[in-house]
């Protein structure tokens, strides 16, 4: 049997232990998880545990409504990761924000299509011309998409007129009500919608590879999370795989996390598992495309989201990515 005193420090142990451990469970942020298409790994890796079973004890994902939350969110929180899009992580750094790119985590911006009533004369994006399209809210990623997709037509950004509407759900409501002649939308929003609208072309049809959203972390978790970080990419990684090669079951884990009907929440992974814009997945594992990664920076520079150049070997750090994708030198 232990004495008191051996009884005394193993319990001692013990609970300092489990208080590290508890310390260690924690919080990450995923701007518009629950909502927008780039967050539905998270749900898959918070249900199968891949998190826990590469590490991280991720407790659960905070949500927000953009770029600009998601930063805040990260820093004012003190959490160590956050999935954010890259115009605003750009721009909180140019702001003197401590914050550095970790992985590139969603490649294209393939869960984008424009639609219109399927009575309306515009079949082709050359028939954009002269009509309204919608966009959800200015500097945003649809805003953007809206100016690349007139330029992919020959036309210019004045040759149509782009109409605000704040958010997809609007904008189908507006299309709806006539005030807009097309819109962009996104998954899931567009598979839970696309019974009422007819699409005129796809993002995948037009564009080429876009970074969407990166995964981010502050510059004090860079110096002292390092083994957490990259236990956060491995499991990603781990339920990005899962996706493509169990899109059905994916889509009931997404479907219950999303409050979706499974119907919809099929319809929107079968299209992104499916989908390859240059030869590119929408979901990637994590690796750096920089030439997607400097077109969406031009994009938002067209919409005022962004001025200035961008180096980014100053911007990002890669090595908590496993070593098979890392970018090679």
Known sequence: ????????????????????????????VVSNYGVAANGMPYAIAMEKDFFKAEGADVTGILSSS??????????????AYGEIDL?????????????????????????????????????????????KIGYTNPRSTSQALDILLLEAAGLKPDDAELVKTGGFGESVVALNLGSIDAAAIADPVWSKNQSQFR???????????????IGVSTGTAVASRGDFLRAVLRGRRKAVEFMYSNP?????????????????????????????????PYWGPGNFDFDGMDRMIRAQKLVGALTGDVDWSKLIDASFLPDDLKPKK
């Open 66 to 79: 953009g770029g600009g939350t998601t930063v805040r969110n990260l820093l004012t929180g003190n959490l």
């Open 1 to 28: 049997m232990l004495s008191k005193a051996r009884f005394a420090g193993v319990l001692a142990l013990g609970l300092a232990a489990a208080l590290t451990g508890a310390a260690r469970a924690e919080e990450i």
């Open 248 to 280: 059905d079951e994916a889509a009931v884990i997404v479907a219950k996390v999303y409050n979706l009907d499974l119907s919809v929440a099929q319809s929107a992974i079968h299209n992104l598992v499916s989908s390859k814009t240059a030869g590119l």
């Open 87 to 131: 115009a605003g992580t750009v721009a909180a750094i140019q702001q003197g924000a401590d914050l550095k790119i970790i992985s590139d985590n969603v490649l294209t911006v393939a869960e984008f299509v424009w639609a219109t009533k399927p009575d309306s004369a515009i079949h082709t994006i050359q028939d954009l011309k002269g009509k």
């Open 199 to 213: 699409v005129v072309v796809k993002a995948t049809d037009v564009l080429p590879p876009l970074c969407n959203v």
